[in-house]
């Protein structure tokens, strides 16, 4: 048995079939429930340990917990044409969501070339990563976003007022791993910073800043103001302008008009999940997704001979001193996946409590592997 202040290692398999059971427990169906499995899994066999196992007591389980997310997913597509969709999640589970949206919108890219569908009154569907992994797997190109909970502050501003709203893009090469580069439009992300806190760390200066502009390093203290309002995000670039602070906020602000103007969809500071009177109600976020047929275009085997050479000319260019690699986006989680498959996903003490607090609470039929 584990001791209660170390990190230990779990499979892959174990890690998702608890998942698939924690989620069926709470009331999710089995074959959605497996879907939200294989999303959460994704995050941490690629290294992204913000997105993973670690968030499936406190966005997911709780969220169901306190009536503000749907384990039943009512999927209604609204509006639709050969290459277009529009779709109601009637906040269900978001990763169900995500999952069909994407895959009708690689059925209508085969058909007419390109494609999108755009969602409103979904919930947090996980790694934007997932969904253009899914399209790359197809020989196609891949546009994604979510909106979210306010959290960024524009340039200039110290108001939370975007979330932090990836946008990403992934498609296929001639390497062992497409191309995916999935990150927020903010310098960091609530996700990010809930893993400094779990394992009581420092943040670096710069992420984070306080009503008076000024830079928040803890992170116990950035999350409750990031709650209460009194926190921010930066964008991409930083605080103000001179290292660019304005593309990320526009960026941001890209992903938030895609992820409602199209759908006639939640935004801003309507996404917060408290309603007028204080209480907890549901996030109703937006995605976007798109998707390009190379085929359409170009052999794909020639398309990923391209890819590929660029990214190999990338790396193969001259390093800075004392570095000794270049990388290009979706090697290093490709690297993860490798490294994690033959020693499983860390798990610190915070993260097996919540584990172990989930299958406590509702009594799920699992017994850890570090606990025997």
């Known amino acids: ?9 779990a499979s892959f398999d174990e890690m998702r079939e608890f998942m698939r059971l924690a989620f069926v427990t709470v009331g999710v169906p089995a074959e959605d429930a497996a879907i939200c499995a294989d999303v959460l899994i994704e995050s941490d066999k690629r290294g992204i340990d913000s997105h993973g196992v670690g968030r499936l007591k406190p966005i997911y389980i709780d969220r169901i917990k306190e009536g503000i997310q749907k384990t039943v997913t009512q999927f209604e597509i609204l509006r639709e044409t050969p290459s277009t969709a529009v779709i109601d999640g009637h906040d269900g589970m978001g ?10 919108t690689i059925e209508k890219a085969k058909k007419c070339g390109l494609a999108m569908t755009a969602v409103r009154n979904s919930t947090h569907y996980g790694i934007a990563g997932y969904y253009a992994l899914m399209a790359a797997q197809e020989d196609m190109i891949c546009f ?10 524009p340039t200039f501003g110290v108001e939370n007022m975007l979330g932090t709203n990836p946008l990403t893009i992934g498609f296929p090469t001639d390497e062992d791993f497409p191309f995916v580069i999935d990150c927020a439009t903010s310098i960091t992300q609530r996700g990010k910073i809930e893993h400094y806190a779990r394992i009581n760390k420092t943040m670096p200066s710069g992420w984070v800043i306080d009503a008076n502009g000024d ?21 991409l670039g930083g605080i103000g302008d001179e290292l660019a602070g304005y593309k990320g906020y526009g960026y941001a602000t890209v992903v938030e008009v895609l992820s409602a103007a199209l759908q006639g969809g939640t935004f801003l500071k309507a996404l917060s999940g408290i ?20 085929n359409a275009f170009i052999e794909p085997a020639a398309f990923k001979k391209t890819a590929g050479d660029i990214l190999r000319g ?17 090697e ?13 996903i860390p798990l610190n003490p915070a993260v097996r409590a919540s584990l172990t607090a989930v299958r406590d609470e509702y009594k799920v039929a699992h017994v850890f592997s570090w606990e025997k």
């Open 332 to 344: 290093k989680e490709y690297l993860a996946y490798l490294e994690r498959s033959k020693n499983g």
């Open 144 to 153: 994604t976003g979510t909106n979210a909970r306010p959290s960024i502050a």
């Open 1 to 9: 048995m584990a001791a209660a202040n170390e990190t230990v290692y």
């Open 95 to 104: 990763h169900v969501i995500g999952v069909r949206a994407m895959k009708i």
């Open 314 to 330: 990338l790396r193969a260019s001259r390093k800075a001193a004392g570095r000794e690699r270049i990388y290009t986006a979706g």
């Open 215 to 235: 830079a928040v390093t803890d992170p116990n203290a950035a999350l409750k103001g990031l709650i209460a309002g009194t926190c921010a995000l930066t964008p």
């Open 275 to 294: 309603g007028p009177e204080g209480k907890l109600h549901p996030y109703h976020l937006g995605h976007f997704f798109m998707a390009v047929d190379i």
